[in-house]
């Protein structure tokens, strides 16, 4: 998924439909470019990550709760998932020290468009995911 191998029972909570599930990615690990990937279901996205690469930490415990760094993660709270991270009830955003050519930490988010922002049933399942898939992506990116 998005280039990282994780178990498909993990993911399988996270998707609302099976039906003719592509990917589209433009993901670069060698060139660290931050990027977006989405898993579709019959043209819609049912998944969706951005691949990210900065300078510096993202620095979530300093921010503002309305900081659009949060939007697509709804009702967030703080998670222990990397060095940062926080969990919501659509999606989740992890962070960890990367160095490569674009930087010094790697931040990925995770989306799920068809979840309703109210639906807290999902938090759970969004962690089982990401506590397999962000560590299992770290180790496809080449680190220093």
């Known amino acids: ?67 659009p760094v949060f939007n697509d993660v709804a009702e967030w709270k703080v998670a222990d998932l990397g060095e940062e991270s926080v969990v919501g009830n659509n999606g989740a955003i992890v962070s960890t020290p990367c160095k490569t050519t674009r930087g010094e930490h790697f931040t990925l988010k995770l989306h799920m468009p068809r979840v309703k922002i109210t639906d807290r049933s999902h938090r759970q399942d969004i962690i089982a995911f990401m506590r397999d898939y962000f560590p299992a992506t770290v180790k496809t990116l080449h680190c220093e």
């Open 1 to 67: 998924m998005c280039g990282t191998r994780v178990d498909r029972d993990l993911a399988r909570p996270l998707i609302t439909s099976t039906d003719d599930l592509d990917e589209y990615s433009r993901v670069d690990r060698q060139e660290a470019i931050s990027a977006p990937c989405a898993l579709l279901s019959g043209g819609d996205p049912v998944l969706e990550f951005h691949f990210s690469w900065t300078p510096d930490a993202p620095g979530f415990a300093e921010r503002d709760q309305f900081d």
